[in-house]
C-alpha cells in the first residue's frame, strides 16, 4: 500500500478484533516510531497487549472496544507541542494502516490514570491512539469542500489541489477541520481557522496530509 492509498484507506475504527499485532509488524512500527522520535524530538511509544488503556467509563460510552494496543503521544514540552504530535502522530497513523492496521485518534475516552503511568515525569501527554485490527475499515464522514479551507486569490497548482484534497482526509476533532491553506509566491502555509477543540493537533495532522500529497513542505 503507498502512501497515498493509506490515506484514501485510513477511517477512524473504534471496534477491535481480539487479534494480537504480529511480531514482525511490532518491529516494523516500533523502528518507524523510533524514526520520528528522531526528527520530532518527542517520546512517541506504543503500548502492546494493554486493554487497561481503554478500560474506563468513557472508552465504553465512546463505543471503543478490544482496543489492546494504542499509540502514546509524548515528550517535553514546548511551543509548538500540539501541532509536533499530530504531525508526527499522523505519519504513524499512515504507516500502520501501510502495515494491515486501523486506528483511532483520541483526546478523552482512554482510561488516564492507566495512561499517565506510562508519561515519564516532566514529559506531557498530549492525545492517545487506538491501534489494532478492526472489526471493519470504518468508513468516511462528510467534509468541508476545498473552498472552504482556503484563502488563495487567483489559479492554484496542480500539487496544491492535491494537497488540499488529502488535508480534507485527515482525522480532526469531531470532524471540524478549522484549519485552511493559503498560497504566496508559490509557497503554500496552513494556519487554524476558528475555534475549535484540539485544533493545533488537527493543523499538524492536516499539514503532514498536504506534504504527503503535494511534495511540498507547509509553512504553520
Not at 499522523?90 to 494502516?97: C, F, H, M, S, T
Not at 484534497?165 to 509557497?187: G, H, I, R, S, Y
Request: with cysteine; net charge neutral; hydrophobic share 35%.
Amino acid at each position: 500500500m503507498t502512501l497515498m492509498e493509506a490515506i484514501d484507506a485510513r477511517h477512524s475504527v473504534r471496534a477491535y478484533k481480539d487479534t494480537p499485532i504480529p511480531h514482525d509488524v511490532r518491529e516494523q512500527l516500533d523502528a518507524f516510531v523510533s524514526e520520528c522520535n528522531k526528527e520530532s524530538g518527542l517520546n512517541i511509544t506504543v503500548a502492546y497487549d494493554d486493554p487497561e488503556g481503554f478500560d474506563s467509563r468513557l472508552a465504553h460510552y465512546g463505543s471503543f472496544s478490544n482496543v489492546n494496543n494504542y499509540i502514546i503521544l509524548k515528550g517535553s514540552k514546548r511551543s509548538d507541542f500540539d501541532f509536533v504530535c499530530g504531525y508526527y502522530g499522523e505519519k504513524i497513523v499512515l504507516k500502520a494502516q501501510q502495515l494491515g492496521l486501523n486506528t483511532c485518534w483520541t483526546a478523552l475516552t482512554f482510561n488516564k490514570k492507566k495512561v499517565k503511568e506510562l508519561v515519564p515525569a516532566g514529559e506531557k501527554l498530549c492525545m492517545v491512539i487506538a491501534l489494532g485490527y478492526g472489526e471493519t475499515q470504518g468508513h468516511p464522514h462528510k467534509g468541508k469542500s476545498m473552498y472552504d479551507v482556503i484563502d488563495v486569490e487567483g489559479g492554484m497548482p496542480e500539487w496544491f489541489v492535491a494537497g488540499v484534497e488529502a488535508a480534507l482526509k485527515a482525522p480532526t476533532a469531531v470532524n471540524q477541520q478549522k484549519f485552511c491553506f493559503m498560497l504566496e509566491n508559490d509557497e503554500p502555509s496552513v494556519r487554524v481557522k476558528g475555534l475549535g477543540t484540539y485544533t493545533k493537533v488537527d493543523l499538524g495532522i492536516a499539514a503532514y496530509h498536504f506534504e504527503a500529497a503535494s511534495g511540498k513542505k507547509v509553512k504553520a
